[in-house]
Structures are given as structure tokens and as C-alpha cells.
């Protein structure tokens, strides 16, 4: 079989498909990677920001009972 112009393009063009398809679902997997990594983040930061306020608020109730326990 004999292969003109044609034919090597239209295979150039299949490898080209093939290429392109092979590196989208390469970056869609990593886009759900670091979705998923950001959803992660937010809720760790969150966890934070909770615990920070909790460790605030017993801090207010350590001081407000220390003073009482001077005061008494």
C-alpha cells in the first residue's frame, strides 16, 4: 500500500488526537488532585480558626476565674 500525502496526514493527525487526549486526561486527574487538596485545605484552616477561638475563649474563662480566685 502506497501512502501519499494524504494518508500521513491523516495519521499525523491521529497521533495528534491521541496526544492531545492522552495529556487532558493527565490534567483533568490533576485537576481533581488539587481540588480535592483545596477542599481539604479550607476545612484544615477552618479546624484552625475553630480551635483558635476555643483556646481564646478558655483563655477568658482562666483569667476571669484566676481573678476571682485572687479577689476571694
Not at 29 to 35: A, C, F, H, M
Not at 37 to 58: D, G, K, P
Amino acid at each position: 500500500m502506497k501512502f501519499n500525502s494524504h494518508g500521513y496526514t491523516v495519521i499525523a493527525l491521529a497521533l495528534v488526537c491521541l496526544v492531545a487526549y492522552h495529556y487532558r486526561s493527565k490534567y483533568t486527574d490533576q485537576l481533581d488532585t488539587s481540588i480535592k487538596l483545596q477542599s481539604e485545605l479550607l476545612e484544615q484552616q477552618n479546624e484552625i480558626v475553630n480551635q483558635q477561638e476555643r483556646i481564646r475563649r478558655l483563655s477568658e474563662l482562666d483569667n476571669q476565674h484566676t481573678k476571682e480566685l485572687a479577689n476571694a
